[in-house]
């Protein structure tokens, strides 16, 4: 089986012909550099995305806070992410960068981040 991808990462952008086998990736073509190369195998054997979502606050005035993981996660699991997310609510003051939950669905390392500031206005 064959696939087409743009690489992502830098803006080059390349177009990346890729030959699968069994799920697995056999050859990456159309790359300028290795990175290529291993953005094709992860894409293909083991997709990953940084999750953004929104959690609901409780006894702010802004409803809905913004979140996002600190890295990638398995995109087989994002439902499980979502459903985990909606589950979530913030009750305190957090600032930007502020872990509102770690170890988030059990993968080590990985953290819900703040990506806003949540105060209650004055
Ligand atoms: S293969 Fe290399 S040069 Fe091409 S888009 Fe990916 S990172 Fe950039």
Known sequence: MKKKLICIECPKG???D?????????KVTGAQCPKGEKYAISEI???????????LTKGFPLKLLPV????????????DA?????????TK???????IARDFLGIPGVSVLATRDL????
Do not use: F
């Open 18 to 26: 890729v030959d699968i086998e069994n799920c697995r990736v056999v």
């Open 93 to 99: 003051r957090v600032k930007t960068g502020e872990v």
């Open 45 to 55: 054997e083991d997709p990953k995305r940084i999750l953004t979502a929104t959690i």
């Open 119 to 122: 105060e209650m206005l004055k």
């Open 82 to 90: 979502m459903k985990a997310i909606r589950k979530l609510r913030v």
């Open 68 to 79: 996002r993981t600190d890295q990638p996660i398995p995109k087989a699991r994002i439902a």
């Open 14 to 16: 390349c177009s990346l």
